[in-house]
């Protein structure tokens, strides 16, 4: 056995379930070359799994004037000889039930799959389309981090890697987590992995369509008019659906979330602007379109997220919101 003391915690792992590893990243995006940078930094195994395979490939991390080049392993599913036992999904939540489905045959009965994306629901269908004894991780990632080309990512901010399982199959001292914890993402278990979830979408309802519909950064969504006219109505009815799923937040507690992470991403275009920009599908259907989902549940109206649904879907133009 190892014994690392870390700051504040001491971690005993079995070396032989360390040496067995190997990391899978299912998305070679901004989030999972991030990961592949923090595995290697700690010396763990991981491969990408791509459409197609790119042997001997180099990757490029870079924040502020400290880069680094590091070998990444880039291959097709098809290619991992060995049964997937550790899988880390970063792709979009759009794209994430054709990524699974594509890899379903090569995962092993019980594997162990970190989910990273935005929004709610891709547990759900993860769970539809893995075998039933797949065991789950749900992820947030509060880093910045953005691709510069193919194989080069920017780490823009320093955030965490919140991961955490409200099923209870797996808990905090599982050497899968003690093994992500060691790589230098800042990785913390999270007990209510599911608030966190909530909470982010709370935030990413109410500002990504706004700055998707208005072209604009994070930071410029303050002084838009337009953007103020919509933020209250979209802010109340997200409060509405929060407390009705028992993730309650007040008014005024989401109002200053959105100001803060809109001012500390402020230089930053959201991701919804950038897919809406490019034309490729946004991850909306999992964030206003699960707080639709859910308020119908409930019998909540929500009219102003319909509605700026609706506009993004059928790329129609942004009016000041004008209550029903
Ligand atoms: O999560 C984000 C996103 O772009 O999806 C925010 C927090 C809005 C940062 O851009």
Redesign the pocket.
């Known amino acids: 056995k190892k014994i690392r003391v870390g700051l504040s915690h001491v971690t005993v792992l079995n070396e032989s379930v360390e040496r067995n590893v190997i990391w899978h990243i299912l998305g070679a995006g901004a989030q999972g070359l991030l990961w592949a940078y923090g595995l290697h930094q700690s010396h763990q195994h991981c491969r990408l799994l791509v459409r197609n395979s790119i042997p001997g490939a180099m990757a490029t991390y870079q924040s502020g004037d400290r880069t680094v080049h590091f070998s990444v392993s880039m291959l097709t599913a098809e290619l991992v000889q060995e049964p997937i036992e550790y899988l880390l999904v970063t792709v979009k939540a759009n794209q994430a039930r054709q990524a699974l489905q594509s890899i379903r045959s090569e995962l092993s009965d019980d594997a162990i799959v970190v989910l990273m994306q935005?929004g709610i629901g891709v547990e759900s269908l993860a769970r539809a389309v893995l075998p039933p004894r797949t065991r789950f991780l749900l992820g947030s990632s509060t880093h910045?981090s953005y691709r510069q080309s193919a194989n080069h990512i920017v780490h823009a901010g320093q955030g965490q890697m919140l991961i955490g399982d409200d099923t209870g199959q797996i808990s905090a001292d599982h050497p899968a987590i003690q093994l992500l914890q060691q790589t230098p993402l800042n990785v913390r278990w999270h007990d209510n992995i599911q608030r966190v979830l909530w909470h982010?979408l709370a935030?990413?309802a109410c500002?990504?369509p706004l700055?998707a519909l208005l072209n604009c950064r994070?930071g410029e969504l303050r002084q838009q008019p337009v953007a103020q006219s919509w933020l209250p109505a979209l802010i109340e009815e997200t409060c509405a659906v929060l407390a009705a799923e028992g993730h309650p937040l007040a008014v005024s507690e989401l109002r200053q979330k959105i100001e803060q992470?809109l001012q500390i991403?402020a230089a930053?275009?959201?991701?919804?602007?950038q897919d809406y920009l490019a034309g490729r599908e946004t991850e909306l259907a999992f964030i206003n379109g699960t707080l639709i989902r859910c308020a119908e549940i409930h019998g909540i109206e929500v009219p102003a997220h319909r509605e700026i649904l609706r506009i993004v879907e059928q790329r129609g133009s942004l009016g000041a919101w004008q209550a029903l």
């Open positions: 935005n910045g982010k935030v990413n500002a990504n700055t994070n992470v991403t930053n275009f959201s991701s919804t602007q």
